[in-house]
Structures are given as C-alpha cells and as structure tokens.
C-alpha cells in the first residue's frame, strides 16, 4: 500500500496499490465527501497509472486542487519513490 497525505482537500489521505502491470487497485481517500471519493476510487480500479495521472492532473476545486488532482499527485510521488 503506498500512502499520500493530501494537501488543500478535504480528503487527508489517499492509499493505493498498484501491480506489477501499473494497474491501479484499492484507491481509498481517507476523509473528505464520501460518495463522490467512492466514485472515483470505482472509476480508477484496474487503470493504468500513467493514464489517471494525466487524466486527473489539473482537475481545480478549492485551494487551486481537488481530490481527482491529488490523487494524480499521489501517483506522481509514487512513481518517484519507486525510481529513487
């Protein structure tokens, strides 16, 4: 499980895994409006990271960032853990 402490959201953290394959799995947003975060999480099982990555970067709510935005984050700070 990797695990992200958002910032400007509502949610305050985000917990993924991603497979051998890049595929994305488990995504649950601690905190935050409910239904909408489960949504998500539903939309993004299976999904290739770099494709959500680029699809959820840049997506504003409050404080110039949303909870789509920063699961694209998380995925960033993941893919940089995983190369450093």
């Known amino acids: ?4 402490a ?5 949610s305050r953290t985000i917990v993924f895994d991603v497979d051998n394959e890049n ?5 649950r947003f ?3 409006c ?8 539903k939309l993004v099982e299976g999904k290739d990271i770099d494709e ?3 699809l959820l970067t840049g ?3 409050r404080n110039n960032t949303s909870c ?10 993941y893919k940089a853990s995983r190369n450093g």
């Not at 499980?1 to 992200?4: D, I, V």
């Not at 595929?23 to 995504?27: D, G, I, N, R, T």
């Not at 409910?34 to 999480?41: E, K, P, S």
């Open 52 to 54: 959500i990555e680029t």
């Open 23 to 27: 595929k994305l799995h488990s995504v």
């Open 34 to 41: 409910g239904g909408n975060l489960q949504g998500i999480a």
């Open 6 to 10: 958002t910032k400007g959201t509502c």
């Open 68 to 77: 789509p935005d920063q699961l694209a984050k998380a995925i960033g700070e």
């Open 59 to 61: 997506i504003r709510c």
């Open 30 to 32: 601690i905190g935050g």
């Open 1 to 4: 499980m990797f695990t992200y």
